[in-house]
Each structure stands twice: as C-alpha cells, then as structure tokens.
C-alpha cells in the first residue's frame, strides 16, 4: 500500500497428490493431542518461521492494512517459505481443526484476510522473475506491485497493476486487478496464463487453459481465499515506452458540473487515457469541495492536453500538470503510498453517464459528511473503466463487470481513539451516500474493494458467472476449508 524466495518444483507432473502428502505429513496429526493443537509440531515441519503471540515480529505480522480489524488476532502466522510450507501449514490445520485464512498483501478492505486461527502468511516468498525471450513474469507469493515493477523496468516490459507499490500481486489479480494500464492493456487478470494453487486437500495443481481450466477460469476474478492458495502467478508482458500523465486539483468546485464533464471525455476516449478523480467531502456543508484528478495517456501529453481541453474549459484547475514522462516516471508519480488505517469503502459501477438527478444527488451528498472529534476524512472516487476491459466477455473470465463506463466509491476513514458515535456517524453517511447512488449506478459492486455492508454479495460481485464459481469450489474444496464471511460458497442459497 522483498525479495528473495525459494520455489518448489513437486515431482516431474507438477502435480503433488494428497496421497502423498498424507503419507509425508501424517505425523503431524499423529502430535496432537486431546489438549488442542500442536502448534511446536508445526514449527518444527516448517522451512519458514511459526510466529505467535509474545514472538519478536508478531504485532507486525498480525497487523491488516484496514486497522479497523487489528484486534482480530492469529494464534499462530506460518511465515511461509516456499509452497511446500503452504501445503504443510494447510495440512496441520485441517488435522487440528484450525480455522485457515491466507494473506499475500493483507490489504483485505473487510479484514478477511486475518483469523483467529491459523494465518497462511505467504510475505517469505516475494520474487519476481522475467523471462525476455518468452514475455512472460512469474511472480510468487506476496510479491507487491512494487516487486513486479523492479523486475520489468530494466527490460521496458509491464503487466497491467495497481496503483499501489505495497498492494500484493496476487491478490490484485484473483479479484480483476484495475490500475492506469487497465482501459490500454486490460486488466491484470487478464495478463495472467498460468497458477500455481494448493488446494485443500494439499494438492499442488497448475491452472492454466490447458490443465484445470476451469479452476484457471475461477481464478482470473473470482477472488482470493475461496479455492486454495495461490502460490505463483505467470503473466504475459508488454513491451513499454514513453507516456503522458496529468494531476490537476480544483479547491473549491461544484461537483455536479465536474464530475459531468470528466464523465464526458471518459465516454468518447480512446483506450490510451485514464483518469481516477477524488472529490474531498468536507465536514462543514458550506466548506468548499475539492477534486484532485490524475491518469496517464499513452500517448504526448500535447493529445492529452487536447483530450481535457473540454474539462478545463467548464472550470479552471487551481494546480494543472500535463507532461510527458517515462511509463516508470509515471507510475511514481501517480501512486498512492498510504499507509495502515481505519476505514471503510463501498463500491458501485457506473453503466453509463450519470444523468442530472445523479449528479444532483452525488453533489449534494458530497456535502453531508458527519464532523468528528478526531481528524477524519471522506472521500468518493471515480476510476476509469471501459477500454479493452470491456472488449473481454464477461464469461470469458469470473471477473464479470466487463461493461462499465466507470467505477465508483466512497469511504471514510478516522483515527484510532475516535469516538465510537462519532464512527457510526461516519459509517452511516457513507451508507446513505452508496444507497442514494445506487439507482444512479447500478447494483455491481468490485470484489477487490470487498465490502462487509453487502447483502446479496455473490450476485454483487459475481453476477452471471456465481453459478460456475459455486460449482467450481464444490468440486474443489467441498469441505468449505476455505471460508469466510464473503467466500464463494459450496452451494446456493
């Protein structure tokens, strides 16, 4: 929001039965007793680290990128070294009876990538390898955005990522995976051409369109945590160059009259542009509203000048910076390093324009931010879609929100010691602010920014593709091992 790892090659069919697991694992549940789980048993079988309450590291280790969750704590972390290690740590916890849940990057918007069991941490097996000759990366285990760019720059090579330097890469793509490449290159999910999964019951399984292709198809945005744990990732390159980007602020703006024309130039824009506006809720409704938008183009900044000509004549920018830069320079410039917080986020995708109740509802509701005895914040974000997203079928992928001019969000986020009532307030306007919008959008919500609030999540996220995903994870996890409160589950309700 590093580096070094070791890789396991199983057997010459790169598959690994859980037979055999069976017959080399099996000790481990012959360890436990009836006075609950062996936890020195599982120290002892892993090539990584056991990390537990008390131990150097732990509070580090257990902590979530959305603090609001961080009083949930692991009784154990497998700090993970290699996938045998992951087939181990999952083993033990199933003969234990020991609720599992993997972490890659841990920034879960739900906090579900934490337990009160055992927490498969994947943060020991962090590299990325480019091969020039086949176009390809391979990047393992928790490896961030900011790996997977280390090792493409030197050879002017991407894949479309995230926004974020510390956001795992796996996880990014298990969910779709959006940033400022995606409308030009698609998304990251969509660069993907194999995994490596370990299932429940401790087989190792390639998925690629060839072997387990519908586990394959599951895994290119069905999310992270349902099927197994990922445990590599293979993408398709390519090759990059000289691009333009722009950040332009407004301090005090009608919203309604901006977000229009930005949503404008969004509709008829080539694949090359793209654009994340950010809109700063005040907590005083006559405080002045402020829009911060940036995006890249891949093309000279003298064409993408030309492209915001239409925003910047409905209203003058306070800031405005269009210039060309390396695709690298660009990507420093534009990202988002913030760190650990309390917060919330809701997500709804945007078909098409927003016609004037909309954006009379989203201005006016931009403006009832609660005010809080502690420093706070509120925002609503608008990101590009479209592009060649849109030119993949929805049921080529599980990522199925294929159509979508844009996506957009809104959150909030507080300081640690603010008062609860001063939480809930903040939780209720972004609640009201996502019902209002909702017959302005739709009701699609990204998976990526997974949302506890949702009810009727699977169709939410999924839509038409839940049947299949449901299917999928009955025939390879019918145990539900693999579970949390917005896992695809094992059958429909």
Aim: include cysteine.
């Amino acid at each position: 929001m590093s580096i070094t790892r070791r890789e396991f090659l199983a057997t010459s069919g790169r598959v690994v039965g859980a037979a055999g697991l069976a017959s080399q694992l099996g000790w481990l549940s012959a360890c436990t007793t009836g006075a609950g789980p062996n936890w020195d048993a599982l120290a002892r079988a892993l090539r990584g680290r056991l990390i537990r309450s008390g131990n150097p590291g732990y509070e580090d280790a257990a902590l979530p990128q959305n603090l609001r969750y961080a009083a949930r704590r692991p009784a154990g972390i497998a700090r993970c070294a290699d996938t045998p290690d992951v087939r181990t740590a999952i083993r033990w916890a199933r003969d234990n009876h020991v609720p599992l849940v993997a972490r890659g990057g841990g920034h879960s918007y739900g906090g579900y990538s934490t337990t009160p069991g055992l927490l498969i941490d994947l943060n020991g097996m962090t590299s990325v390898t480019a091969d020039p000759i086949a176009g390809t990366a391979r990047v393992v285990g928790a490896a961030r955005n900011r790996d997977l760019a280390a090792a493409l720059q030197p050879l002017e090579v991407t894949v479309s990522a995230g926004r974020c330097p510390g956001v795992g890469v796996g996880g990014l793509t298990l969910g779709g995976g959006f940033g400022f490449s995606a409308r030009q290159l698609g998304l990251a999910t969509d660069a993907l051409t194999e995994t490596e999964l370990v299932t429940a019951a401790g087989d190792v399984l390639t998925c690629n369109q060839a072997e387990n292709p519908d586990l394959f198809w599951a895994c290119r945005g069905g999310g992270g945590g349902s099927f197994g744990i990922n445990t590599s990732f293979t993408f398709r390159t390519t090759p990059i160059g000289e691009v333009s980007i722009y950040r332009c602020t407004w301090n005090s703006v009608d919203p309604a009259l901006l977000l229009d024309a930005f949503q404008r130039v969004l509709a008829v824009a080539p694949d090359a542009f793209s654009m994340r506006l950010g809109f700063d809720a005040p907590a005083n409704p006559r405080a002045a509203v402020k829009l911060e938008a940036i995006g890249q183009y891949f093309g000279p900044s003298t064409q993408l000048a030309d492209l915001l000509a239409p925003v910047f004549a409905t209203a003058a920018p306070t800031t405005r910076e269009v210039h060309d830069v390396t695709y690298w320079e660009g990507k420093d410039l534009l990202a988002d390093n913030e760190g650990p917080s309390e917060f919330t986020e809701r997500s709804l995708f945007v078909p098409g324009l927003i016609g004037s109740d909309g954006l009379g509802v989203f201005s006016d509701l931009l403006r009832r931010r609660p005010a809080t005895v502690g420093p706070s914040s509120g925002s609503v974000k608008v990101f590009s879609w479209g592009g060649a997203i849109g030119r993949v079928a929805p049921s080529a992928t599980a990522f199925v929100h294929r159509q979508a001019l844009a996506l957009l969000s809104v959150g909030t986020s507080w300081a640690s010691d603010e008062e609860p009532s001063g939480v809930r307030r903040l939780l209720a306007w972004v609640d009201q602010f996502w019902e209002a919008m909702r017959p302005h959008t739709s009701n699609a919500s990204y998976q990526n920014f997974i949302d506890p609030a949702l009810t009727d999540w699977e169709r939410a996220y999924y839509g038409a593709n839940l049947e299949r995903l449901v299917a999928i994870k009955r025939h390879v996890d019918p145990d539900n091992v693999f579970h949390f409160a917005q896992s695809i589950p094992t059958r429909l309700t």
